[in-house]
């Protein structure tokens, strides 16, 4: 595809980047493409800090906030108090949202729940599907987090704080372990929109890498239209033509390195080389058509419909290429009102589809190195908001399964009302700290400099929950 | 120091004894006769390793000592002048895991054996403290006689020379003059312009371009690109549903204030209290949105205090930065790791903000909403219109107001007639629908409920009879609920709704409405958009939360009716997310014109009274009553009404059309406490009053008044401020070099960089107080120099000597920021629109780009004609989802204060360059060019091609690939010309008549080529 002196340079960048793009922790390549991350760089030993039980992530963002009373923290007594006052001993004092200044009455929990597996989790009966590999997940009752607002809450859970401009933690995770895929960017996004209520907004603030170098960003994949922007060439180039445009544009800059003495010149010729392997990467990534029958139907899906079971099949693609960190995001569960209906919707949407990846990967064997998380950016108050529940953040449910996680668990408890994480409480930080340490990280060790200050994912906080893990 | 303590340390010192002497040996020839510097070498040391724990952060502090403070340390682990005897010496060289600083376990960095090696000798040459450099006066260093000329390039000549560095040759003519151009207008020089410098590049012939490129509007266009980043200025509110605001006229402030060379102490004093300037003139209040740019929320559930919190730490993140290069914004929870900045300075400067007019949460929804105070921005033309318009106004309202034989006559007559009140009957249901649908109850004041399923989008559809046999308006009750979310009136989640459309029929036959009113609407959603039939529009009612409204429509003529007329009433919401109505009652009137909301049908009691006062019994100023109600409806006077109507919907109209834009407006000041752990929920703190860092050696004077935010700016540009000018200049140095002489522009304290030039900085700082803050003179001084005109290439040995190039011993390389790269590609195809300043431009965007939007769901619109051609720094600047070629070029989000962008070189930049429409359609422009300026030649076209990209002629290299590629694409397209037909389609750009789509398209390989090439988006 070169001529000779592309080759050579291309060559050349190779010795450059030491062992190529594939496989090198990031942290070490920025030292070496610009001077000014050399200092920083000297703190940073390379990434893994040992050994790694986990190779890549896949987040399932339940946008909007899904209720742990109705999925996965049983609260019997909750519903013996159904319709009575909420006992101010619990909400005294305590930041609210939407129920500021109301009559906080409890809401009975709208679905019965049932044991599921040989480790007897309980979850509700609105989830069979997930019922089905409980004995694959750790189901984690004691959730807190900080933010009572969907979009402060989401920048939290992404990034540790809810200030904006920090990296969020896919881009971290990149950063510290680079990428194993050649043609597609190291952290992908996909979103999805559920059909019941209404869909929060979300922002790229949520996959931004902040003060991190830019190419850690999460790139969004979409269902309609260009499925990366601009990934597609202009009408009436063909492929064919538009390797040409490519080649002459890397041999013109191969031409101009000895003149111009810029190193910028041998990754410019990189980047380009991989942004035309992804105009046909990307693409064929997004097409399903290869895939057996009965996978689909496992899904649920046909793909190329932009839902979310399509997505959770796309990430189980993205995951086999390499990709290093995948987060989806369904926006639909936040159910201020008609819960009992939104969560039915939302359970038809997602349930299939998140046990169907877990079932998938394991039967590919990638679970056990692929961490996959459910859940939202908080929970619901056990209290009414008349048919549905407030945004609550004092206590919620997540799942994470595979990657170096002992399944068939449950962590944490709330009371008995659902309010307050209560018994081996995880914030956000220590979910964070855990996450990173099943890929090998320490923690305390991610560091980046910026305004003077080594920044971390988990800020001056996080826990390893080693109970947890397998 | 314990019994044991001092035992232990003794042991430690004689272990250290060996170790010291293997230490200094290995350091053998290096430099440890030099003299070494605290600032320089030390500091950053105890900084980056100590003071986390052993710093100003009192709550942190371990052992109850610092290392900050001299007097603390030598009191404690410090003996000047004797490493030996100094702890702190003992405990860095420890290898021992139980006595080593930093210990095992901590996150800080361990000292290597040259730094320890460095803080022996420090403590050894008496363990001298400087103040941090910054915090210090610039020093008055004086310059060789025989360069005084340029300050700069002695300095920075002497230290090369002490480092033993040779500098870089003068760069090429058009090297220079392309950076020159891009350093200070942002755009490229034209060939012509190149080719003119070439021929005679002496240093009158540079000076002269710098002149004439500093006096170039073009100059505030660059210069406001890096000061926006700063501000964070948006055309986007930036959390949640991120909706739109209008901030615009305060970005053309900025580029204005460049261009006029405002002092930068008068632009510093307008941004942060301008509008408490005494007679504040409309700009100064425009300037004064500063104060307004931090993001802001319209989240449903968002607690009004919380985010109030969040704002003024915005602020003090912010406004800390931009002018002190501080961080202060790492004290909102404790006092700050390192430099002496702490939490109760932190939140005495948020005070200085306190009084700004501002709601922790608003209800907006659209660019109209209300985001806070702001001011309309005329034009020329509208300040002329509405100048008229007042004017008309004021004459037709005298005459409605004047007496006249003829109206006396008529007033007599109607008051001899004078008709019954009429009165609103309610109307009966018949039938009640909605789709999809909803559980309707009927309620006894003749009211209707929504309840049960909560559609998303539904249109109700109600039918009525009634008893009334004309009718002349309808009347549409919106009313709370208990049952509804917040009460109501609507069934969103906050009790909003949102009408887009209203029809009302007569047996089937459409009744048309002449007029809407109603008694309140939301700001941006008009009762008057129901009478138009786009169906984006519609009327709701916020923050009208828990209360009921009133909306009338009047019919064009009265309609008759019998008790068998079936009306019927289709109700649509389009707005999504359940925005309907809850509760409503629907009622008809036959009554006189005008019938509106907010007034009384039929003759109001008082008047009614008057009417039957005879007439000789009333007084003077009943008479005058009489008369002046009787004005209001007489038929006489209905066309200098209708005309004073119409002239105030004109007036209306055109103050709606205004370009609007946030402001600073003051009110009583908030009360603002220390929030500990920066917890807005602990209300436990100190109540604190506007008051600037101690540390810097001189406080406000403000004779005990509390301070306003106009002491504070005073204070930022009082000549005893060490830092003002010191961040400025150094920025100035950033654009101009790539990186400051302080590298870290953003923080200049403990943890930041030390300047590579500190005399060199300072003198810059000095003669920038003294020029009287002036920005251009300080740019011409830098670009004037002979540093800034070196090449950006380097030998091995400067490279080996100076990895980074710290000492300018050669300029720098760098790629354009994003804008640029925008503007270079489209200044090369001659499609560059040059308009400065206006509403913020919609170029092309992908479709879809914006679906995760919501409050209100939106598509990007992008503009047509002109706007698709304007300057980078003018694009729409939406904080959550910026323009993804501005964002894949590490354009910031300015959700928050950006000082130096990331530079990355990453493969959506190349995917950008290829494939976005802009540069497709770019391309083809360039190619159109090539077909009709060069000559036939191919080789003549690639040389203007390149020319216009790079200013200079293709090598015979470069001519040869781009040759083939075109006679290659050319036989591909003679063969397939529907593809150089869909290519051609790209973009609103005509091509001009007679051009081959053939040719063109195979032209078009090489303009894309060319604009993709790195040297075309670099500076060097």
């Known amino acids: 595809m070169y001529s000779q002196s592309a080759a050579s340079l291309r060559q050349t960048r190779r010795t450059f980047l030491g062992h190529g793009i594939a496989g090198l922790g990031s942290a070490a390549l920025a030292s070496m493409l610009t001077a000014d991350s050399v200092c920083a760089d000297q703190q940073q030993s390379a990434f893994p800090n040992f050994a790694p039980q986990a190779k890549r992530v896949i987040v399932l963002c339940q946008a909007g906030g899904p209720s742990h009373l109705e999925t996965f923290d049983e609260k019997p007594e909750l519903k013996r108090l159904d319709n009575q006052p909420m006992p101010e001993s619990f909400t005294q004092g305590q930041p609210i949202a939407q129920l500021q200044g109301k009559q906080l009455k409890c809401y009975a929990p709208r679905f019965d729940f049932k044991r599921y597996g040989e480790s007897g989790q309980t979850i509700a009966t609105l989830f069979p599907k997930m019922g089905e590999i409980a004995d694959d997940l750790c189901i984690i009752n004691s959730m807190v987090t900080e933010q009572i607002n969907h979009d402060p809450a989401h920048t939290f859970m992404n990034t540790g704080t809810s200030i904006s401009g920090r990296p969020s933690m896919g881009s971290w995770v990149q950063y510290g372990l680079g990428s194993e895929a050649d043609d597609l960017p190291g952290f992908v996004v996909l979103t999805s929109i559920g059909k019941g209520g209404q869909a929060q907004p979300i922002a790229a603030r949520q996959w931004h890498s902040g003060f991190l170098p830019s190419r850690h960003q999460g790139v969004e994949f979409r269902s309609a239209g260009d499925p990366v922007l601009y990934v597609n060439s202009p009408p009436g180039v063909t492929a064919a033509r538009q390797q040409d445009v490519f080649d002459a544009i890397n041999q013109m800059n191969a031409l101009r390195q000895p003149t111009l003495d810029d190193p910028e010149i041998a990754t410019r010729i990189a980047q380009y080389e991989l942004a035309f392997k992804m105009q046909t990467s990307v693409p064929s990534l997004m097409d399903v058509s290869g895939e057996p029958q009965h996978v689909l139907d496992m899904y649920g899906t046909q793909g190329g419909d932009g839902t979310f079971a399509a997505n959770c099949l796309l990430a189980r693609r993205l995951a086999e290429r390499g990709v290093r960190f995948i987060q989806l995001y369904h926006r639909g569960w936040d159910h201020h009102g008609g819960l009992e209906r939104g969560m039915q919707i939302c359970a038809s949407e997602v349930d299939q589809a998140s046990a169907a990846l877990v079932t998938d990967l394991k039967n590919r064997g990638m679970l056990d190195d692929t961490l996959v998380v459910w859940g939202g950016e908080f929970g619901r108050t056990p209290m009414a908001q008349g048919s549905g529940r407030d945004h609550h953040i004092k206590g919620f449910s997540i799942w994470m399964a595979g990657g170096g996680i002992q399944g068939g668990l449950k962590y944490g408890k709330t009371d008995d009302l659902g309010y307050n994480a209560a018994e081996n409480i995880v914030h956000v930080h220590d979910f964070h700290a855990t996450m990173l340490h099943l890929l090998g990280i320490n923690h305390e060790k991610l560091t980046y400099r910026s305004q003077g200050r080594d920044f971390r994912l988990t800020d001056v906080h996080g826990h390893v929950v080693h109970d947890i893990l397998a | ?1020």
């Not at chain 2, 949105?289 to 915005?314: C, F, H, P, S, V």
């Not at chain 2, 009306?567 to 006189?592: E, F, K």
């Open chain 2, 1 to 1020: 120091m314990t019994v044991a303590r001092m035992i232990r340390f003794a042991t430690l010192l004689l272990m250290l004894g060996a170790m010291v002497s293997c230490a200094a040996a290995a350091q053998g020839a290096d430099q440890s006769a030099g003299d070494v510097d605290y600032t320089r070498d030390i500091k950053p040391l105890l900084s980056n390793s100590c003071y986390t724990c052993h710093g100003p952060d009192e709550g942190t502090r371990e052992a109850d000592f610092r290392l900050d403070v001299r007097e603390v340390a030598i009191d404690s682990v410090i003996v000047p002048g004797n490493p030996a005897e100094s702890e702190l010496f003992a405990r860095i060289a420890s290898e021992d895991p139980d006595l080593q600083m930093p210990p095992t376990d901590s996150s800080r960095p361990k000292l290597t054996r040259d730094e320890v090696d460095l803080i022996r000798r420090w403590i050894a040459q008496g363990a001298k403290y400087d103040e941090h450099w910054s915090y210090a006066p610039p020093k008055q260093v004086k310059v060789p006689q025989e360069r005084a000329s340029s300050p700069i390039d002695a300095f920075i000549d002497q230290r090369l020379a002490e480092k033993g560095l040779e500098p870089a040759a003068k760069a090429d003519p058009r090297t220079l003059i392309r950076r020159l151009y891009f350093d200070l207008t942002g755009l490229p020089p034209t060939p012509t312009e190149v080719a003119a410098f070439a021929a005679d590049p002496s240093d009158q012939a540079y000076a002269a371009l710098v002149k004439k490129l500093l006096a170039s509007p073009r100059f505030g266009e660059r210069m406001a690109m890096h000061w926006l980043d700063l501000v964070r200025y948006a055309d986007s509110v930036g959390i949640h549903g991120d909706q739109e605001w209008s901030m615009s006229p305060y970005r053309d402030y900025v580029i204005r204030s460049f261009n006029e060379n405002k002092p930068f102490d008068q632009f510093t004093i307008e941004q942060l209290a301008g509008d408490l300037l005494p007679n504040a003139t409309r700009e100064q209040q425009i300037a004064s949105g500063y104060n307004r740019l931090n993001m802001i929320t319209a989240e449903g559930g968002a607690q009004a205090k919380e985010y109030l919190a969040k704002y003024a730490a915005d602020r003090v993140r912010t406004t800390s930065t931009v002018w002190l290069g501080a961080t202060m914004g790492c004290c909102e929870c404790h006092d700050h790791k390192f430099d002496p900045y702490t939490i109760k300075e932190f939140y005495q400067f948020a005070a200085f903000f306190a009084d700004l007019e501002e709601q922790g949460v608003y209800a907006g929804s659209s660019k109209t909403s209300y985001w806070g105070p702001s001011i309309p921005v005329p034009s020329p033309q509208q300040e002329t219109r509405l100048q008229e318009l007042d004017q008309q106004i004021m004459t037709l309202g005298q005459s409605l107001q004047t007496p006249t034989p003829e109206l006396a006559k008529a007033q007599a007559e109607w008051e001899a007639n004078l008709p019954e009140d009429p009165s609103w009957q309610v109307l009966q249901p018949t039938s009640m629908k909605s789709h999809p649908e909803v559980d309707w109850k009927k309620l006894e004041d003749g009211s209707l409920l929504a309840a049960g399923a909560n559609p998303d989008k539904p249109v109700y559809e109600l039918e009525f009879t009634t008893q009334l046999s004309t009718a002349t308006a309808l009347r549409l009750e919106v009313l709370p609920h208990d049952s509804l979310p917040a009460a109501g009136p609507g069934r969103a989640g906050n009790g909003n709704f949102v009408l887009n459309e209203i029809q009302w029929a007569i047996d089937g036959k459409p009744v048309a409405f002449q007029t809407a009113t109603a008694t309140h609407s939301q700001q941006g959603w008009p009762i008057a958009s129901l009478l138009t039939s786009d169906q984006k529009d519609g009327w709701a009612i916020l923050p009208d939360i828990g209360k009921g409204n009133e909306a009338v429509f009047e019919l064009p003529d009265d309609v008759t009716l019998t008790p068998a007329s079936k009306l019927t009433l289709t109700m649509t919401h389009h707005y999504g997310s359940s925005h309907a109505i809850g509760r409503l009652r629907v009622a008809l009137v036959d009554a006189p014109r005008p019938v509106q909301a907010n007034q009384a049908i039929g003759v109001p009691q008082e008047i009614r009274d008057l009417v039957e006062t005879p007439a000789a019994k009333r007084t003077a100023s009943q008479q005058e009553k009489l008369a002046a109600y009787y004005r209001t409806i007489a038929p006489q006077l209905d066309h200098a009404r209708k005309e004073l109507a119409e002239r105030t919907e004109q007036r209306k109209q055109l103050a709606d059309s205004m370009t609007t834009t946030l402001v600073s407006k003051s009110s009583e000041p908030r009360t603002m406490r220390v929030l500990p752990r920066g917890n807005w929920l602990d209300d436990s703190g100190e109540i604190v009053e506007p008051g600037v860092p101690g540390f810097l050696g001189y406080d406000l004077e403000t004779d005990g008044r509390r301070a306003t935010r106009l002491d504070l700016a005073q204070w930022f540009v009082d000549r005893r401020n060490p830092l003002t000018a010191r961040v400025f200049v150094n920025r100035l140095w950033q654009l101009t070099f790539g990186r400051g002489l302080v590298s870290t522009a953003d923080d200049f304290g403990s943890q930041g960089a030390i300047p590579t030039h500190p005399q060199l900085l300072d003198a810059l700082a000095t003669e920038f107080v003294e020029s009287g803050w002036d920005v251009k003179q300080m740019v011409r001084r830098i670009v004037q120099s002979q540093a800034y005109q070196r090449s950006s290439s380097r030998t091995a040995s400067q490279k080996q000597k100076d990895l980074s190039n710290a000492f300018l011993a050669a300029q720098s390389a760098h790629r354009l920021p994003a804008e640029m790269i925008r503007d270079n590609a489209l200044a090369a195809s001659g499609l560059l629109v040059e308009q400065i300043g206006g509403e913020s431009a919609r170029p092309y965007q992908p479709p879809g780009y914006w679906s995760h939007l919501n409050f209100p769901k939106r598509e990007y619109q992008r503009d047509q004609g002109r706007n698709l051609y304007r300057r980078g720094l003018y694009t729409h600047w939406q904080r959550t989802y910026l323009h993804p070629s501005l964002a894949a070029f590490d354009a910031p989000t300015r959700e928050e204060c950006t000082v130096r962008r990331n530079i990355s070189n990453t493969p959506q930049q190349a995917l950008v360059l290829m494939n976005d429409p802009t540069y497709v359609e770019a391309a083809r422009a360039l190619a159109v060019r090539l077909l009709q300026e060069g000559n036939d030649r191919p080789e003549a076209k690639i040389h203007l091609g390149m020319q216009a990209v790079q200013q200079r002629d293709a090598t015979a290299a470069e001519v040869q690939i781009l040759t083939a590629t075109y006679q290659k694409h050319r036989q591909q397209y003679v063969s397939d010309p529907q593809s150089a037909q869909q290519l051609l389609s790209v973009g609103e750009y005509v091509t001009p008549e007679g051009i081959d789509a053939i040719d063109l398209a195979a032209w078009m390989s090489v303009s894309r080529i060319l604009l993709n090439l790195h040297e075309t988006i670099n500076r060097y």
